[in-house]
């Protein structure tokens, strides 16, 4: 077992590494999510008509730059979020097993879903000012704008600009709805990946490896998208938006499902099923070997009174 440190830095890392791969994806599903809003469908434009269009349509115009926007700061975001979701998970999950039922080995899938929605819910709090600037860069489009539009030169320019104009507040707009998505997609991330594992292993047969950490990554992966994409989409507005349009996550889910029907909310379902699955996979399969890495580090860096108590 690696320290929580050692977590979460490997965490971190392990996020980045899947981000570079599947930001394009993020970069469709916000337009997509943000496309319409409060419109409703008879005057509603589509620009981006799906996944691979979107992807199409944005490479055409605005090139690779244009998918990857944001990409600085999804960086730090990913490292904060990941590394408190991947780093804090066992210390909590066994802190709770232990003063509930006196053996940090027992597994139940109340206190699972507890730790795992605690660990994201933290790196939600976090990491939120990034996850603000990351969606008002990615949203932005000076050919097919979509939502509120934002220019900023970068990540940090935006983080300066929303300071200035709004203060502290105003880089923490919409945290509630980022501790809500967060919150549910972290409940289930990790307790499926390890129900899986564990299930695959013992009812397959499969040993400790790549496949296996693929296919529990796939399975976690899907069950993230139906359950987080709901407050994703409430969330992608809450981010965009100046001013007052929703004064709350409940006024916009109010708002939203109102003037654009109960199907809103699942704007964009595949652009991040296309982004989720790949990312859950790249993420959990790389942490596992980051992790191993990371203990390797350890034990030879650590003296063994420590080592002891991890």
Do not use: W
């Amino acid at each position: 077992m690696s320290t929580t440190l050692g977590a979460f830095i490997a965490g971190g890392i392990a996020a980045c590494g899947a981000v570079t791969v599947t930001h394009p994806f993020e970069t469709v599903k916000i337009r997509l999510q943000l496309q319409g809003e409060l419109q409703s469908k008879q005057v509603a434009p589509r620009k981006y008509k799906g996944v691979f269009h979107g992807v199409s349509v944005i490479l055409r115009n605005e090139g690779a730059k244009g998918l990857f926007r944001g990409i600085g700061v999804a960086y730090i975001y990913q490292m904060i979020l990941n590394g408190c979701r991947l780093g804090f998970y066992e210390p909590l999950r066994k802190g709770v097993t232990t003063t509930i039922f006196g053996n940090p080995n027992v597994q139940s899938l109340g206190v699972n879903i507890f730790s795992g929605a605690s660990s994201g819910i933290l790196g939600a709090m976090a990491g939120s000012p990034f996850f603000l600037v990351k969606t008002r860069l990615q949203s932005y489009s000076p050919f097919l704008p979509v939502g509120t539009q934002h220019q900023y030169k970068n990540g940090f320019d935006g983080l300066r600009k929303i300071n200035l104009s709004e203060g502290i507040k105003g880089l923490y707009r919409g945290v509630g709805a980022a501790m809500v998505r967060t919150g549910f997609g972290s409940s289930v991330q990790l307790p499926t990946y390890f129900f899986a594992k564990r299930r695959l292993v013992r009812h397959l047969g499969m040993e400790e490896g790549p496949a296996l950490h693929l296919a529990s990554s796939t399975a976690s992966g899907f069950v993230v998208c139906c359950v987080m994409h709901p407050p994703d989409t409430i969330m992608s507005r809450m981010y965009n938006q100046t001013g007052n349009l929703y004064s709350g996550v409940l006024d916009c889910l109010y708002k939203t499902v109102k003037t654009e029907g109960l199907l809103a909310i699942y704007k964009g379902y595949f652009a991040h099923l296309a982004r989720i699955l790949p990312h859950t996979i790249l993420t959990l399969s790389l942490a596992e070997q980051t992790i191993k890495l990371m203990r390797n580090f350890e034990d030879r860096i650590l003296p063994g009174t420590i080592k002891e108590k991890i």
